[in-house]
């Protein structure tokens, strides 16, 4: 060691501070640290999740996706949704949830550890007007943002996929929620999920648009047809669970189980990475593009964005369902997706539909 480090080490010494942080692990998993721990705290004493997420300054898309990993290490569900009234629901942890939290407070003790909330609770300033919350879109995420902008209000998006922009609106979280959701029963886009979630007499649902989805692949290879993929063992980038576009994969490979005489969990088990998950096109486009997989289902849009090579696969459409509470300050958004419909034009795969921002549900 030089003389300049003996020196540089002794000028920080009287600086530095010692933190130990308890860490949880499941077959080398992460489950939880101290700032997912007061997540679970957080949600246990307020009863919800954004506001939960709020107080320990963080997305509250970063809260769910937390919770998911979660779940989908331990196998078992630490977090339940339950419906409410009108106002909407509220967020409880479950007994196996509870158990973990116990747990990891009691180790903390056995170690000495003292969680300090105070270090981690720092409130958000500039709370959003307006909280979106479901499916990733980039046009929806410009159309929302000039929305927004207009009227002087504030946006933050939480790209958790449709699902949980369901289960958001449910719970009385989110504003509006973004959805493209195939029955894989009957094959119908997102109506069916209004009476699936409970929100018959919470909701209204406006037409949006049309996007074209598609199988994309990298370089180096081609592929025809999912079918192709799966026999050639291609290595799949999956998205998250819950969204929009994992349902139809789900819904795809259903059918090709069973037109090949598969059952529908074998043919899972013969897709290489089908358990690597991405939460936006964006991340599987970049994962195809660095070699970590060969394909994934994503906007034809970001295919050509990236210059990867595609096949078409399902046209689908892509609505927004908004709280009843929410219409005042979403008044409009109908007639502006009418007014500003051009904005899909310059993007590849979008078409308009002639219903575009017409209330296709409402109680």
């Known amino acids: 060691m030089s003389i300049l480090d003996e020196k540089l080490i002794r000028a920080f010494e009287r600086k530095l501070n010692t933190r130990l942080q308890l860490i949880l692990e499941f077959r080398g998993n992460l489950v939880l640290d101290e700032k997912r721990a ?5 949600i246990d004493e307020k009863k919800s999740i954004l506001m939960a997420s709020k107080m320990l300054n963080i997305s509250y898309s970063r809260a769910w996706e937390w919770i998911f990993k979660i779940e989908n290490v331990l196998g078992v569900e630490i977090v339940k949704r339950m419906r409410g009234g009108r106002g909407g629901g509220k967020t409880i942890l479950t007994p196996e949830g509870k158990s973990l ?65 369901l289960l958001a609106i449910m719970l009385g979280e989110a504003d509006v929620a973004g959805i493209h959701l195939i029955d894989v029963e009957t094959g119908e886009y997102n109506l069916p999920y209004i009476k699936k979630y409970g929100l018959e007499d919470k909701v209204i649902l406006i037409r949006g648009f049309t996007r074209e989805i598609c199988l994309a692949y990298g370089p180096g290879i081609k592929i ?20 929009g576009t994992r349902i139809l994969l789900e819904y795809l490979i259903r059918r090709l189980a069973d037109t090949i005489g598969f059952s529908v969990k074998d043919l899972k088990n013969r897709i290489p990475g089908w358990d690597t998950e991405a939460k936006t096109h964006f991340e599987v486009a970049e994962a195809i593009l660095s070699r970590k997989a ?39 958004l109908g007639k502006f997706l009418k007014q500003n419909a ?21 109680p």
């Open 38 to 42: 007061l997540l679970l705290k957080l």
């Open 101 to 165: 939290l116990e747990l990891y407070f009691t180790r903390a003790k056995e170690h000495g550890l003292i969680i300090s909330p105070k270090e981690l609770l720092i409130r958000k300033e500039g709370y959003p007007d307006i909280i979106y919350a479901g499916s990733h879109d980039p046009a929806t995420e410009l159309l929302l943002s000039t929305f927004a902008g207009e009227k002087g209000l504030k946006v933050e998006f939480s790209w958790i996929g449709s699902c949980a922009g």
């Open 224 to 243: 025809r047809s999912l079918k192709e993929a799966i026999e050639k063992g291609y290595k799949l980038i999956n998205r998250n669970i819950g969204s």
């Open 294 to 332: 060969d394909y994934g289902l994503m906007l034809s849009h970001i295919a050509e964005m990236y210059g990867l090579e595609y096949i078409p696969i399902i046209r689908e459409h892509f609505d927004f369902i908004i709280r009843l509470e929410s219409i005042d300050k979403l008044a409009n």
């Open 342 to 362: 051009r904005i899909f034009e310059r993007m590849k795969g979008y078409i308009i539909p002639h219903d575009i921002g017409e209330i296709i549900y409402k």
